[in-house]
């Protein structure tokens, strides 16, 4: 069960792999880290900027410490000239513990003044490698979507893309259809021809019949063009039995006219 499910695992991880690989654009990638790059900037110059304020803070608490020193300092000379010299040693106390803090906070300052110039020369190295992937980003992005458009111009042209594909296997499908379609009809009529398959509308022929019909067709024109020469042939003996008829009754005709007018007389 152990290697069953280490194997399951596995293909499941290949899969997922596979899936992500299709769905990753370079372009959204490389656009996703220069945002997370200038986010780190934006921190960077985040932290110089409260470094700074801290640093400025400092200042002006050594120059307040410093004032209240120098103010201390004047008054135990004042007090000193007076005869006050009680008054003078307690502002002159006074001022040695000023110091002690003038002296600590010049530390820190001094402490926060060199982070300072740190964080200053990383942001502004970290500004120029954004600016420098940035550039690199654009040039890359530019070029992978002229070889995404001459990758699919090739593919419509080869026939291979996706849309182009569906389109052929279209055409494919319908010139299938279509010698099927052939195939069959020829198949039905040279069923119908050998007399494999009954024609139920009655005006399919086989071979057989057709030839007979054929051959008794021309039977009939071969009788009706006998009779037609036969016609043409008995014709004018006819006629020229008709015209000796006619030729033998008219001196007939003739002495009767003639006898007729006798006759009269």
Not at 228 to 251: D, R, T, V, Y
Request: hydrophobic share 35%; aromatic share 2%; net charge negative.
């Amino acid at each position: 069960m152990s290697g069953v499910m280490k194997r399951m695992g596995m293909i499941f991880r290949a899969k997922a792999n596979k899936a992500l690989d299709r769905a990753e654009d370079p372009r959204e990638t490389l656009d996703y880290s220069y945002q997370k790059q200038l986010e780190l900037l934006q921190k960077v110059r985040r932290g110089v900027a409260d470094v700074a304020t801290s640093r400025k803070r400092l200042e002006l608490q050594l120059n307040q410490l410093q004032g209240q020193s120098a103010k201390l300092e004047d008054q135990g000379r004042k007090a000193l000239a007076l005869g006050r010299e009680d008054l003078a040693r307690e502002a002159l106390s006074r001022r040695a513990a000023l110091q002690q803090q003038v002296s600590d906070l010049e530390v820190q300052h001094q402490t926060l003044q060199g982070e300072e110039e740190k964080l200053t020369l990383a942001a502004q190295r970290l500004q120029a490698k954004v600016d420098a992937f940035r550039t690199k980003k654009e040039t890359i992005k530019a070029t992978y979507t002229a070889a995404q458009a001459q990758t699919r111009i090739a593919e419509s042209f080869s026939g291979i893309s996706e849309e182009m594909s569906d389109v052929g296997l279209a055409i494919q499908r319908a010139e299938d259809k279509t010698a099927q379609l052939q195939a069959r009809a020829g198949a039905i009529d040279e069923l119908l021809a050998s007399g494999a398959l009954d024609d139920q509308s009655g005006l399919a022929k086989d071979d057989i019949q057709a030839e007979l019909d054929r051959l008794s067709g021309g039977t009939d024109v071969e009788l009706e063009l006998q009779r037609m020469k036969a016609e043409l042939a008995g014709g004018p003996s006819a006629q020229q039995q008709a015209i000796e008829g006619g030729g033998a009754a008219a001196p007939q005709d003739t002495s009767q006219q003639q006898s007729h007018p006798r006759f009269e007389k």
